[in-house]
């Protein structure tokens, strides 16, 4: 990416940094001498987010037999790198709790942004990926540049929104019209900030053009269908006014058939309550 068009993204917006925790959770995580203890205690710091991760342990998206009552046994159950993405779920999501920008309703906001996680976990089960959690977390943040366009640059954002609305095409078309760059594009530096994994960065950033994809083509792709399928289900809104068609290749990178979508969205409908009451119940922040 150009220098000029990251410091142009940076003169508009400031990325909020991570919480030191995840820092040291990550690199525990990576880190082959750690133990599922060490991991443990690291999490155990914080309580509500210890309380909330054994929670999501005992909710739909995972279907243990038995009741998971410890975040050690959450680790062993689940993996540690997945706990990892789900933490840091929790993390961001706490980071823009008590955030209210006037033109989008944050309810409808993070609505879409948990469905389109939900979606994207669900598609990557069927293609049997290997860690399933980091395309829920893509999902969750594939709209992050757009919820800081609403706060830093809010009568463009706004601007943009109400040009999509009267059909002039996709709001990223107007975004990039107006402010020079998209709110995907600055998803991507905002993940590239933060240190993300080089996967996550790609996918946010071409989850409206999954052609353009290269390294990480299937996770775009994945991404690309899930926001497609999310839009047309109304599970929230960022402000999109019409239902893009899915791109023909990136459904072909997915290798998936077409039989496969009305029990997607049969689990969408299923997990969505579940999951939802999780990570806004007491221990997450209480954003809806």
């Known amino acids: 990416m150009p220098q000029e068009k990251i410091k142009r993204i940076f003169r508009y917006v400031d990325v909020p940094e991570l919480p030191e925790l995840y820092s040291r959770l990550d690199a525990a995580i990576v880190d082959s001498n750690s133990t599922t203890a060490s991991i443990s205690a690291i999490i155990a710091e914080d309580t509500a987010l210890a309380k909330c991760l054994v929670k999501l342990a005992n909710c739909t998206l995972f279907r243990f037999s038995s009741r998971i009552e410890t975040i050690d046994s959450a680790i062993d159950n689940i993996g540690a790198r997945q706990i990892g ?8 999501l706490r980071m823009f709790d008590g955030m209210d920008p006037d033109i989008v309703s944050m309810q409808s906001y993070w609505r879409h942004s948990f469905a389109c996680g939900i979606t994207a976990r669900i598609l990557a089960a069927h293609r049997g990926e290997p860690n399933i959690e980091r395309f829920f977390l893509a999902g969750l943040l594939h709209d992050i540049g757009g919820l800081l366009f609403y706060v830093h640059i809010p009568e463009q954002a706004l601007m943009a929104i109400l040009r999509a609305r009267d059909g002039n095409g ?8 107006i402010v020079g760059f998209d709110h995907a594009l600055l998803g991507k530096v905002i993940l590239q900030s933060w240190h993300l994994p080089e996967a996550l960065q790609e996918a946010v950033e071409h989850h409206h053009t999954p052609e353009l994809a290269s390294t990480y083509a299937v996770e775009a792709a994945t ?9 047309a289900m109304q599970y929230g809104s ?5 239902v893009s068609p899915v791109h023909p290749e990136a459904w072909e990178r997915l290798g998936l058939p077409v039989s496969i979508l009305q029990p997607t969205m049969e689990q969408i409908d299923y997990q969505f309550n579940s ?3 999780v990570f806004f ?3 997450c922040g209480g954003i809806v």
């Not at 993405?85 to 961001?92: E, F, P, R, T, Y």
């Not at 996709?170 to 019209?177: D, G, N």
């Not at 991404?223 to 839009?231: P, S, W």
């Open 85 to 92: 993405d789900l933490a840091l779920s929790v993390l961001i």
């Open 275 to 277: 999951i939802v009451k």
């Open 223 to 231: 991404l690309h269908v899930a926001d497609i399928i999310i839009n």
């Open 238 to 242: 960022r402000g999109e006014f019409i």
């Open 281 to 283: 119940g007491e221990y």
């Open 170 to 177: 996709p709001l990223h078309h107007q975004e990039r019209e």
